[in-house]
């Protein structure tokens, strides 16, 4: 068997051993904060200042079970992010203390990203949507809308944020030097500015500054921690030589 296939099998296999834990998981707290859902919607209209409305009989009730499914993910980040680093560091043999701090990592800057979005983006964000009413056309934001536009881009800024801990991972295990990502900055600021404008509230530059100028200071973070943890240095030494 290839090394590379070798290695993709021993990673489905490993995901495969956790994904059952996993589902449970995520059904069981999300049953347990269905029961929380009201006042988490309810917090979220005092922070944005916002009345919602629904248009269905079923939309609150699939909106509150939408609330507590999206938190229930946002709370199991770090088992999700344990057995995927697991999985993935299985065939590089990633285990023990490497495997804490990969998933502490990941999930700091996660939680990091979700808490940006939630007190300076959406605001500023929902701020400005709502900024194109009228005398003549006013705001009836429905509530299954409100809980999908809000946990969308709240979990999708944790992700972007996680972008230095999968350059490092990367680097650790020869896929991507160190080389590369400074040598591609052009093509990250490009990628940056177009994740900024596609995952954003808002098209306008404030907003997308706001993602896309700490999402870059995110990867020239990652730039310097392999710099510092010489985790390419030997290839550097032999290339030089």
Known sequence: MQPHLASIVSFLAELRKSLRLAAFSLIGLTAALFFLSSGLIG?????????????????????HVKAAFFSAVGLLMPLFMHIL??????????????????????????????????????????????????EHLQPHIA??????????????????????????????TGALSRHFYEK??????????IIAAVLTPTP????????????????EAGIVVIRLLRIDAPKESATTQ
């Open 184 to 193: 591609n900055r052009r093509f990250a600021i490009l990628a940056i500015a």
């Open 143 to 172: 509530i299954s809308s409100f809980v999908n536009f809000v946990a969308i881009f709240v979990l999708a800024f944790g992700l972007i944020f996680e972008l230095p801990v999968f350059m490092v991972f990367s680097a650790q």
């Open 43 to 63: 917090a979220l209209q005092e922070h944005l200042h916002e009345k919602l409305y629904f248009f269905s009989v079923a939309e609150p009730f699939l909106a």
């Open 204 to 219: 306008d530059v404030v907003n997308m500054a706001l993602m896309g100028g700490p999402l870059y200071l995110l990867y």
């Open 85 to 134: 680093w697991k999985a993935v560091g299985k065939p590089f043999a990633i285990t023990g203390r490497r495997l804490f701090w990969l998933t502490f990592a990941t999930c700091a800057l996660f939680y990091a990203g979700a808490l940006f979005c939630c007190f300076v983006t959406l605001p500023y964000g929902t701020k400005f949507l709502l900024g194109f009413q009228s």
